[in-house]
């Protein structure tokens, strides 16, 4: 084997996953969400699941469609689906952009909090940390913060991340974890987020499936009556 060729392999595959989190980050900076047109979203799943992952997949579509107005539909040659697909890691553009996007699942993340996370993504909401209120409700310790990780703390104007008027949401879908990018130099018990008003960090985002509020989201964004 060619040592030197295999090295360079793996520099570059670094490299060009590293441009791509990082372009698609930039991608998403200072950008109002679209939505999706009268509330419908078609899908394609890619048949690299194994059943009982496409049953999950399909049980979490149904979660939002069957609590909203918004539905998940197959595909049938519309211009603007999503794409689903197995990734190293879960992720999904904000919202509609336009022809053919991804949602990417790794399966280390295959769970339905984690596919509803993203599946709100793309109705167009990011993380409730992001709020523009934010620093009300919790305290970001970003020297906790892995290196170059920081961008994924930066607060959203109230036209990229609408709040509603709704209360900020702890245990929300969308409520990354106390530890979510973490230093992994720091010590073991290091936290990146803090909830205030007497809330533990164990409280933050322990729902399993929408919460009262993520529904209240998706209604007030997409006129649900």
Not at 186 to 201: E, H, M, Q
Request: charged content about 25%.
């Amino acid at each position: 084997m060619d040592l030197t060729r295999c090295s360079f392999s793996r520099v570059y595959l670094r490299f060009a996953i590293f441009a791509l989190i990082f372009g698609f980050i930039d991608a998403q900076k200072n950008r109002v969400p679209q939505k999706w047109t009268d509330g419908i979203v078609p899908y394609k799943i890619s048949k690299r699941f194994a059943p009982a992952e496409l049953k999950l997949i399909l049980e979490s579509l149904a979660v939002i469609s069957e609590k909203t107005c918004v539905k998940f539909k197959p595909f049938k040659g519309e211009t603007s689906f999503i794409q689903i697909s197995l990734g190293m890691q879960c992720q999904s553009a904000i919202g509609r952009t336009g022809g053919a996007q991804s949602l990417l699942l790794a399966r280390n993340c295959l769970n339905q909090r984690s596919i509803l996370r993203e599946l709100m993504h793309v109705l167009g909401f990011n993380d409730e940390h992001l709020r523009s209120d934010r620093d009300q409700f919790i305290t970001v310790n970003l020297n906790n913060v892995g290196e170059g990780d920081r961008i994924f703390f930066e607060k959203l104007s109230d036209q990229e991340l609408p709040r509603f008027g709704l209360p900020y949401d702890y245990d929300s879908v969308l409520q990354v974890p106390a530890n979510w990018k973490v230093d992994p130099k720091a010590s073991p018990s290091a936290v990146t987020i803090v909830p205030k008003a007497g809330k533990g960090v164990s409280q933050l985002g322990r729902s399993q499936t929408l919460t009262h509020l993520d529904i209240n989201k998706i209604s007030s964004l997409y006129g649900c009556k």
